[in-house]
């Protein structure tokens, strides 16, 4: 039988990848602490109405892309479930469940999920992903929809990579200027009706907004000088729009206003954005958010605005390592220590075990290497220091200690070695 293979379009993590996992997952906290967001986490999985509900009917999502099945039971109910594709949902359910509004606002939390999407793999997409998000709850000012922007901004920065990424910000409006909006796209778009493509033949009624997004040739002619939201706000959310605008300015933030980013969410309300990288290719949305006023309320909460992003975890790991601003993590032993011989064995063993003990990060050898091979193994492990153990040392008390970097060699003592040698590297 062939060995069996992982599924496409998931992942498998090596040592080197956890590494990268780590770094950017630190950074990641490190901005999120000092901004005050604390970190939530969530259920692999939750009932399927919370994201037909949370993320909305007419998107893709919800359309093609979830994981959902029954889980059999014995007796009770047979509620059909669903991997969590996103992290918002989820989030505003746990807000609701513990009546999070009852703690002053805004409430402000950050997580770090799997996300399960049935898409067909390609580089930077997945089936199983990950992404890191932040949510904002019971806050309208555009001052809260500016410090969402900035802390991904700032994360970029952190990573050397914030000139190597487009921040793009668009309103999409609210639920009332959208309705009047809508109508007049439908009247503009009515005479080529026939010539849109069939997804957004299904969008004219439910979401003709989305028609502006679509990639297809034919829709983007037919979209060209079609009236756009950002032209049709609203006077609050227009004010609520340039007051964003300033505040970036003031941080020196640099954006551009995109008017045809509409974003998948149905419950996204006045701020959408994008961050959008000029090197990975195809798949270049890196990290995407917006406000979400109704959402909280659809979702069965009190009347609570919201607003967050999703940055996926694996695109930017790939943008770190294609613009070479990945740090490279290595193993280091101080101590290897290389032997020859049954009593070395025993000795070695026991100055590994109380060494670890003290915090040395050490080994020895284990499957009865040469000495030769033992040595180019502590090379390869960049051990600092390795000790060399055969019967002659363990009769003398002495053995030779060898500085990899320098090669210099050092007799030692045996009976004192282990202090000797804290002191040596704690130096
Ligand atoms: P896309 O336009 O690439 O399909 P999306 O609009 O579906 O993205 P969101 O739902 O906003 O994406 O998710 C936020 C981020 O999660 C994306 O910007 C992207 O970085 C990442 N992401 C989304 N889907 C995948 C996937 N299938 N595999 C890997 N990363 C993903
Ligand atoms: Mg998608």
Known sequence: MNSIQRVTGTQDFFPEDLAKVDY??????????????????TPTFEYTRLFKRGIGE???????????????????????ITLKPEGTASIVRLYNQYSLNNKKPPLK???????????????GRFKEFHQFGIEVFGSDSATVDAEVIILAYRFFEKLGIVDKIELEINSVGSFESRKAYNEKLREFLRPNFDNLCETCKDRFEKNPMRIIDCKEHNCQQITKNAPLMIDNLYEDEKKHFEKLKKLLDIANVKYKVN????????YYTKTAFEFISKDIGSQATVCGGGRYDGLVAELGGPDVTGIGFGLGRERLIMM????????????????????????ADFKSFEIVNNLRQKGIVC??????????????????????????????????????????????????????????????VKA
């Open 363 to 424: 080994d020895k050898d284990h499957v009865g290497k040469s000495l030769k091979a033992q040595m180019k193994y502590a090379d390869d492990k960049n051990a600092n220091y390795t000790l060399m153990l055969g019967d002659n040392e363990i009769a003398s008390g002495k053995a030779m200690l060898k500085n990899m970097k320098t090669s210099e060699q050092q007799e030692v003592n045996l009976s004192t070695f282990e202090e000797d040698f804290i002191k040596l």
């Open 320 to 343: 770190l390592d294609e613009l070479g601003k990945m740090p490279t993590f290595e193993t280091k032993y101080d101590l290897y220590i290389a032997t020859l011989g049954e009593d």
């Open 109 to 123: 939390l950050f997580y770090h999920i799997p996300c399960f999407r049935n898409e067909r793999n390609q580089k």
């Open 259 to 266: 008017p045809y980013i509409v974003r998948g969410l149905d």
């Open 58 to 80: 007419t998107t893709d999502i919800v359309n093609k892309e979830m994981f959902t099945f029954i889980p059999r039971q014995d007796g009770g109910e047979e509620e059909s």
């Open 24 to 41: 950017v997952t630190r950074i990641f906290k490190e901005v999120c602490e000092v901004h005050d967001y604390h970190q939530y986490d």
